[in-house]
């Protein structure tokens, strides 16, 4: 099961420029979660949104913050960009009552 | 959050079982062990979990030993597109409060030769 997007695919920045980047999950997904993924590491987790609020936060500042709207959309926005977010990004969702997480194909983000 | 370790690389002939081991000794008894993989540059696709027993589905078997100290995922005939790397996670149900996150670790990179 999928049908999780993610826009835009690639997406270059300067150091401290903001970005906010987008998620799509289907229907019936209320929880979506946003994670970090550096070249040649496994995803880290930045944080998760249940029915429109944060539900939980990992090891990231607050200049990483997120939104989920009643649509099943979701943004993740990044202030004051560094070189080392240079990553790609990650949206997952979970339908209803299940745990199962969908991920999206991610947003690659180069910071220069 | 239960660690787990994992081969970093494993090789398996096309067409024969891949065979990837993950240990979790340090599991809970009401955490499940999830298998996801990602293709080159692609996002983690789910494949299968578990709790206590056995399971199977489309894509490969789950195997969890009777102390659940351990699991192999098996992907009972390998082909060139299964080439990916192979994460297992251990996660809490649920029902515990909190963020349902998932901890990755840095997996198994297989790869499946012609």
């Known amino acids: 099961e999928t049908g999780v997007t993610q826009s835009p695919t690639h997406l270059i920045k300067t150091r401290g420029q903001q970005v906010t980047l987008r998620c799509s999950s289907q229907?019936?997904?209320?929880?979506v979660s946003w994670y970090q993924q550096a070249l040649g590491q496994g995803p880290q987790f930045i944080f998760q949104?249940?029915?429109?609020?944060?539900?939980g936060r990992g090891n990231f500042p607050p200049r990483f913050s997120g939104l989920q709207f009643p649509n099943y959309s979701s943004e993740l926005n990044v202030n004051a960009l560094e070189l080392d977010d240079s990553a790609l990004y990650l949206c997952?969702?979970?339908?209803?009552?299940?745990?199962?997480?969908?991920f999206g194909p991610g947003t690659r983000l180069t910071v220069l | 959050d239960a660690k787990t370790t994992q081969p970093p690389s494993m090789d398996c002939a096309e067409g024969r079982a891949a065979n990837l081991p993950c240990n979790h000794s340090?599991?809970?008894?009401?955490?499940?062990v999830y298998w996801y993989r990602q293709i080159h540059s692609q996002g983690p696709q789910y494949i299968i979990h578990?709790?206590?027993n056995n399971e199977t589905n489309e894509m490969a078997s789950l195997i969890i030993t009777e102390d659940r100290k351990s699991s192999t995922l098996i992907l009972p005939h390998a082909t060139l597109r299964d080439t990916a790397v192979y994460y297992c996670?251990?996660?809490?149900?649920?029902?515990?409060?909190?963020?349902?996150?998932?901890?990755f670790g840095q997996g198994t990179r297989l790869t499946i030769n012609p």
């Open positions: 997952a969702s979970s339908p209803k009552g299940a745990d199962t997480q969908y």
């Open positions: 229907s019936g997904h209320n929880t």
């Open positions: 949104y249940y029915r429109e609020e944060e539900n």
């Open positions: 340090t599991i809970s008894g009401n955490e499940y």
């Open positions: 578990g709790l206590k």
């Open positions: 996670i251990v996660r809490p149900p649920r029902s515990i409060q909190g963020a349902q996150k998932l901890v």
